[in-house]
């Protein structure tokens, strides 16, 4: 029998010594670098070095090896056309039929948090990268195997039939295009980092599929789940699912959207949340004090909601929760007991995210038919607002930390957005409203009597002072906006008029 040619040469050895072995019984010779070879001989493999095939050593510390016309040569010609057949055999060149081949570890390498420049570097490979291109595409000839997960198959194939499946080899390519293109997003998103690019002409971003979702928003839509690589560990991507059913794209959705509210407060603190909007936001000197006033903000929107905290769900509150239908809780953990209550309910699905990690400051990524919006995310907070106080009376002491809530909350309520507030809880929330009066009429009527005396926030100034005197009406004697209307003396003059304490801080919150 003749013998068949495979190139190996991988990073990731796991499996790769019985993989070969088999090759080898199913009448291969095997090619080999490096690390791999070294491997795949300790494992009892017989095994041809590169340096054989090419007929020069590997140089520069290994960075030259594969780069020569022995290899390529071998990878790309076409063998079914008689002129490749016979240039291969006027230049010794012996075609390869199957390359296993996975990049050096750059993501590995760049995750650590003390990596150096120059070993970052280093990991980029430039070999692996052009065999695999070079045998994807020509994959009508050649089998190339990037991921351990399909040794399996190719095997079996070959064993069955002497050869893969036209199709396993189309599946296999497109599998290392995506690879390969996924590695240099990886490393171009580095180099743009590390050149300080802010805005470079080509954006390059790359996802793992987490999951693959029941359907979308809807059951008709299709839908899947995708993790940045190296993304933020703080986030509802990396959260540990401990109980409960498969998160759907809406849990997704809204969960992360607790996660953004919640992380604001350093307090303790819970926030209810439903179609990405907050419906209760409580803070306390626990959670269970916490969850109490998030509830009691809006105990009919929270039914079919999620709740977020940013300390650990005890067994009293754990109690309290199970008593109401919800659809996710997210925490930084569980007591022993909170977990024996809360999986007593099948459905109710428990995440644990890393609230003692810092999140990562990453780029909000919004996908329009035919493009994509790239910006910052919104981490402006009061520290860094220029803050000003344009009316006769200032804020008291009370008044100030039910502002301070109302403006955590309102930047991540949908505009236009007004919050109405007391110093440990949200009263009442519009959100979403085509004019910023309508949803300040709907906070207002939400919170009733209890806006007396309580804050507003507005995500963005008041075009008009009609929401100033809906405030007045309903009793709040404390409003924060960002000011910045042609109108504003309008508003101020009609805080004095009723003794409202306003505050401007020249920071504006849309959220679309």
Known sequence: MTKKRALISVSDKNGIVDFARELTELGFEIVSTGGTKKALAEGGVPV????????????????????????HGGLLAKVGEEGHRQ????????????????????????????????????????????????????????????DPEDYAIVIEEFRNNGKTEAATRRRLAAKVYRHTASYDAMIAEYMTNLAGEENPEKLTVTY????????????????????????????????????????SYNNINDADAALQIVKEFDEPAAVA???????????????????????????????????????????????????????????????QEAL?????????????????????????????????????????????????????REPTEAEWEALKLGWKVVKHVKSNAIVVADKDSTLGIGAGQMNRVGAAKIALEQAGAKAEGAALASDAFFPMND???????????????????????????KADEYGIAMVFTGVRHFKH
């Open 340 to 392: 024996e209550i809360l999986t007593g309910k099948k459905n109710l699905r428990l995440l644990t995210i890393p609230f003692d990690q810092e999140g990562k400051t990453e780029r909000k990524l919004t996908s329009i038919e035919g493009g994509l919006l790239a910006q910052e995310y919104d981490a402006y907070g009061l520290k860094e607002a220029n803050i000003s106080v344009p009316t006769k």
């Open 273 to 335: 949340v439903k179609h990405m909007n907050p419906c209760g936001v409580g803070t306390g000197t626990n959670v269970y004090e916490a969850f109490l006033k998030a509830f009691e903000a809006d105990p009919v929107s929270i039914f079919g909601g999620i709740i977020a905290f940013n300390r650990e769900v005890d067994g009293e509150t754990a109690r309290k929760l199970y008593e109401i239908f919800l659809e996710i809780v997210i925490a930084p953990s569980f007591s």
């Open 48 to 71: 041809i070095g590169i340096s054989d095939v090419t007929g020069f050593p590997e140089i520069l510390e290994g960075r030259v090896k594969t780069l020569h016309p022995n290899i």
């Open 467 to 493: 929401t100033v005197e809906a405030a007045a009406n309903a009793g709040i004697t404390a409003i924060i906006q960002p000011g910045g209307s042609i109108k504003d003396a309008d508003s101020i003059k």
């Open 208 to 247: 793992e599929l987490k999951q693959t979702l029941r359907y979308g928003e809807n059951p008709h839509q299709k839908a899947s789940f995708y993790r940045k690589p190296l993304g933020s560990v703080f986030s509802i991507a990396n959260a540990e699912q401990l109980h409960g059913k498969e998160l």
């Open 87 to 146: 240039q291969l055999e006027e230049h010794g060149i012996t075609p390869i039929e199957l390359v296993c081949v996975n990049l050096y570890p750059f993501q590995q390498t760049i995750s650590k948090p003390d990596v150096s420049v120059e070993d970052a570097i280093e990991n980029i490979d430039i070999g692996g990268p052009a065999m695999l291109r070079a045998s994807a595409k020509n994959h009508e000839y050649i089998t190339v195997v990037v």
